[in-house]
């Protein structure tokens, strides 16, 4: 990579400084719309050639890379004003290395927590996910970057958290409480979401429902010629409320083409089962996965942050943004309505 740590840090530092808007909005007429285009593709891509930088050395479960990143994760939010969710400086979960079952070498880890508070119904929160772990480096010293899988949706994270906290220093922050969760172990068995689920910070019950990112900076080959999309797995498979709402936020909005492709209950490929959304889906708790499909790059060392679409990214993460705005602010809350009982 020819980008070093220090020297990206030392850009992201001088520039990300508060938004200065260029057109006359005011923080009292600014909407949901304004507050989901502070999310760029230009901040999406300074935050991701530093979490996929090969001083992060692949960020594999409790490595020092890893543990990096987590010092990356913390001190954003710190910035941002945004505090940890039970306490005000805390935003680690941390999870034992014995917990790793299935490592051959567990170390300790950490999910890292962040938390915007709801101003009329604190109790009931929105979980939104994605892994910040990859897998590390192979026998010759190559980085896996892991700039798709999930830099993308651990920057993308970053930049809702922004937004949302924009509008809560206008006095307009979400009614419904957001939890932003970076989870640790997913590549070796979703072990970070598992430990939240089993460890929770908030009731499951009163979780709303968990809005799960992972991969959306790429464009699968088989939609190579349609890449205005995201695929979208899980959103009507515990809630038909959760799935109404996603579709008339992206018609309202966004517009992105919503390929349901991988949400066939026999596709061959089993991605509901395969990324961190599962484990609140094993609770009950509706979820949507939002995904962008595989690419010669997964999993390989070529999986760099000068492969991503930015642009497209900032969309995809638009929307997400704006469906968590939705839910949080809308007057019922979104129920699973069609859990098994």
């Known amino acids: 990579m020819k980008f070093t740590l220090v020297a990206l840090l030392s850009v992201f530092a001088v520039s990300c400084g508060p938004a200065q808007n260029g057109n006359s909005t005011t923080s009292s007429s600014k909407t949901n719309v304004d507050y989901a285009n502070s999310i760029t593709a230009k901040d999406l891509s300074k935050h991701l050639y530093i979490i996929a930088d090969d001083k992060m050395e692949g960020r594999m479960t409790g490595s020092a890379g890893q543990k990096m990143a987590a010092e990356y994760l913390v001190n954003f939010y710190k910035a941002q004003g945004i505090v940890g969710p039970i306490e005000k400086d805390n935003y680690i979960q941390s999870i034992p290395k014995e917990y790793f079952k299935r490592s051959r070498e567990p170390k300790d880890s950490e999910n890292i927590v962040a938390f915007i508070k709801g101003s009329e119904k604190p109790e009931e ?17 190559n980085v896996y970057n892991g700039a798709d899988d999930d ?90 409320e959760l799935h109404d709402v996603s579709e008339m936020v992206n018609k309202k909005y966004i517009n992105l083409e919503l390929d349901y492709t991988y949400n066939d209950e026999d596709d061959p490929n089993r991605f509901y089962y395969r990324s961190d959304h599962y484990n609140f889906a094993k609770n009950n708790v509706p979820i949507i996965f939002y995904f962008n499909g595989t690419h010669d790059d997964y999993h390989q060392i070529t999986d760099t942050p000068d492969k991503i679409e930015y642009e497209l990214m900032a969309k995809r993460a638009q929307l997400i943004f704006l469906t968590a705005w939705e839910v949080a602010n809308r007057e019922g809350r979104i129920t699973a309505d069609k859990a098994s009982k």
């Open 125 to 141: 929160i929105i979980v939104l996910s994605a892994h910040y772990d990859h897998v590390g480096k192979d026998k010759d010293g």
């Open 151 to 240: 830099g993308s949706g651990t920057v993308s994270m970053l930049e809702m958290a922004e937004a949302f906290q924009m509008a809560v220093k206008d006095g307009k922050g979400p009614k419904r409480s957001i939890l932003f969760l970076h989870v640790t172990g997913e590549e070796i068995g979703l072990y970070g979401s598992r430990y939240y689920t089993d460890n929770p910070l908030f009731p499951l019950a009163n979780t709303v429902c968990n809005l799960n990112t992972d991969m959306i900076g790429r464009i699968d080959p088989d939609k190579a010629d349609s890449p205005n999309y995201v695929y979208l797995i899980g959103s009507d498979k515990l809630s038909q």
